[in-house]
């Protein structure tokens, strides 16, 4: 029943009735899984249009290990997601929180894809009440990401179910 809910909200994303989703729940029950067939619709139906599937926190750890030696690779990188059509960050949550990934990393990702309204897809093992939690005197750009989360989505989704 769970699904049916993020099911429902995805539908919404290929009708571009909505732009951001956040789903949450134990790894491995099938968010990705599900996500990945909408966006491929997404792009089936518009042949110029680009998508990315994150692994967010490997993404957080090659970017904060590069930060200061190649910022401007990184910074590169982090302009290819903010530009891409589709967005899906996979395992948010899970990446190591602190000031300069909340304020390098994750602040001007999400900022720049929710002002520009691109279809992003947070899938993340934790609600955003525990997502808070984290972020809780880490960076004032912490709640603010909290708060960008919370007055762009319709709901926030937890999904339930047995490993695939």
Known sequence: QSFALYMRELMNMLKGETYLIYAYGMTGIGK???AIPFVTHMLNDDKSKTAGVLDFPAFVRSASADYFEKKESVDTYLQHYVNVDVLVLDGFGNEEINKLVIESIIFPLLSAR????????????????????????????????????RSNIKDEIYLQGTTL
């Not at 992003?120 to 909290?146: E, F, P, W």
């Open 32 to 34: 990705l899984k599900t």
């Open 114 to 149: 929710i002002r520009q309204k691109k279809p992003t897809i947070i899938l993340a093992g934790v609600s955003i009440n525990d997502l808070r939690s984290l972020y809780l005197g880490r960076s004032v750009r912490g709640q603010q990401i909290v708060d960008l989360i």
